[in-house]
């Protein structure tokens, strides 16, 4: 939105990897240099290490475009896997023929090592890539340990790079790792930005989108570098936001104050924060992935790669306990004085929801309105509640149910705990204000107008052909008119919705509920209350 504005040629601070875009610091070079000599070493194992965000992956793929072209290279993306899927994946990875509906790791191994050797014989080279490795456990790091002992009497036959958090570190020292540990033969750190860099990293990726002018305030760069840590993805997310702020206030730069409000924005109030908690709570807001950042007062857009778990001590947990507590409304306990703690249980309701690599970017929306409407969305919510000391009181509807004589009750979690409480009680203290995550579709930025042309309009009118179930006369139009439009109109009738013919959140919500049957649901039905899922 801002691109018009400021006379860039592309958005500078996508989270999505762009070579165009590459910059490597010389701390990201050093890292390089580790890595290519432990690669064509003898073998062994490859440690590059470095917080959420440092810039582990862009290394990675440095590092890919220059191995030899007479190596093959294997990448395991998700490292929660037994022993066996592991071994099952490297054998997909590498194109290995297997018996089918084998599971032995015997059979798997030699598969292997029968690869490793012709591959050897014919002068190439065999890499194993895992990401994510502190997510290893111990069997699965054991299993790879002795993936190394397939070797001629010169050298090793494959090497294996593990790329990870700290926590990595930590669980190579454990003692039952030690002989793993032993044969690490290059090892890297990498270190967040430091201020100058941070000032270099804005900079370069300003010029890359086609602006030489400075488009941030010094004082604006040295608090950027406060507030993101050195953290490259923090970095883009705040540049995004903050140039989004000053195009909205029709400010010519980014000074401090602006950039200090985009990251209240994103993450609450950061200021004072310890650093291992602040990169926390952004690395959750980054999981829900999307770049674009929305312009209206009441919707935002956070970004995302996958973030895996945080230590426990510093980690939301995801499970709450199983057994809900039954409390009338008055005794609800206050939570705390905002709604951070609840946000960030959502965001880990749809992380345990969503299949991997789904496209869709989830949003937040924030509305006023009644128990039927959040019935309609069936999506969970943060409602805001009073006790009955007037104590604002934030709690994750996680799961609501209705009887046959139209009573019911509502699951709500605060802070760690459940609560059941009755729907005539619900509503009692309920002030009809609710936020939640929906699954905005691919492409979708701000609300289309009647009038408007919009890619998402095509996927629109085939959504509401299959809706009405009748052969619509929608011309595959990109614009928002005509037979379509009416169509859209009926729909949001139908819906109880405002018929404006805008495509706005709510009707996108309503429209394409059923398409992504993996989504937390706040609707159970009575005879699923024996099996509410409390997880």
């Keep these: 939105m801002y691109k018009a504005y ?191 860099e941070v000032a270099a990293y804005v900079r370069h990726r300003l010029q890359v989108a086609g602006c030489d002018r400075p488009l941030f305030t010094a004082g604006a760069l040295r608090l950027l570098h406060r507030l993101s840590q050195g953290i490259p993805r923090l970095i883009n997310v705040l540049c995004d936001r903050a140039l989004l702020a000053a195009y909205v206030a029709g400010q010519p730069r980014v000074n401090r104050r602006l950039l200090r409000r985009s990251a209240r924005e994103l993450f609450g109030q950061p200021d004072g924060l310890p650093a291992r908690r602040y990169l926390l709570r952004a690395g959750l807001v980054l999981l829900l992935a999307g770049s674009a950042l929305g312009a209206g007062l009441w919707l935002a857009d956070f970004a995302t790669p996958p973030t895996p778990p945080a230590p426990a001590s510093a980690a939301v947990s995801p ?6 507590i039954s409390l009338p409304w008055q005794q609800l306990p206050a939570s705390s004085h905002n709604d951070e703690h609840s946000r960030l249980q959502l965001q880990l309701l749809w992380q345990q929801q969503l299949p991997t690599g789904s496209p869709v970017a989830l949003r937040w929306l924030r509305l006023q309105g009644s128990l039927g409407r959040l019935e309609q969305l069936d999506l969970p919510a943060i409602l805001t509640l009073k006790n009955d000391s007037g104590q604002a009181v ?78 619509l006369p929608l011309e595959p139009s990109t614009h928002l008119g005509g037979n379509l439009l009416e169509t859209l109109k009926r729909f949001q009738r139908q819906q109880g919705l405002k018929d404006d013919g805008i495509i706005g959140p709510l009707t996108l919500i309503r429209l394409t509920r059923d398409a992504l049957p993996q989504r937390p649901r706040l609707l159970v039905s009575p005879t699923d209350s024996a099996h509410v899922d409390h997880s």
């Excluded at 509807?397 to 459940?418: F, H, M, V």
């Excluded at 936020?435 to 309009?457: C, F, K, M, N, S």
Aim: glycine content about 6%; some cysteine.
């Design 319 to 324: 499970s709450p306990p199983a057994a809900p």
């Design 394 to 471: 934030y709690a994750l509807l996680r799961q609501l149910q209705r009887t046959p004589a139209g009573d019911g009750s509502a699951l709500l979690q605060i802070d760690e705990e459940l609560f059941q409480l009755p729907l005539h009680q619900l509503v009692r203290c309920w002030l009809g204000e609710y936020q939640l995550l929906w699954p905005a579709p691919a492409g979708y930025r701000e609300a289309i107008t009647p009038g408007q042309d919009d890619a998402l309009v095509a996927l629109v009118a085939r959504a509401l052909a299959r809706y009405f179930n009748e052969p």
């Design 6 to 196: 400021f006379a860039l040629n592309d958005t500078p601070f996508s989270i999505v990897p762009d070579p165009h875009y590459l910059y490597m610091s010389p701390r990201h070079r050093e890292a390089l240099a580790h890595l290519l000599y432990g690669i064509e070493g003898d073998g062994g194992f490859v440690l590059l290490t470095g917080e959420v965000g440092t810039g582990k992956t862009t290394v990675c793929r440095c590092l890919l475009e220059q191995l030899p072209d007479q190596t093959d290279v294997a990448f395991i993306l998700n490292p929660r896997l037994t022993a066996s899927e592991l071994l099952a994946s490297l054998c997909d990875e590498l194109g290995i023929a297997l018996p089918a509906g084998t599971g032995s790791i015997k059979v798997l191994v030699d598969a292997i090592n029968a690869f490793l050797l012709a591959n050897h014989g014919r002068g190439r080279r065999t890499v194993l890539i895992i990401d994510e490795a502190q997510n290893l456990d111990f069997a699965v790091l054991e299993q790879i340990r002795l993936l190394t002992n397939l070797e001629t009497h010169k050298q090793k036959l494959l090497q294996i790079l593990l790329l990870g958090q700290p926590e990595l570190r930590r669980l190579l020292d454990q003692a039952e790792l030690r002989q793993l540990k032993q044969r690490i033969t290059a090892r890297y750190h990498l270190e967040p930005l430091s201020a100058a």
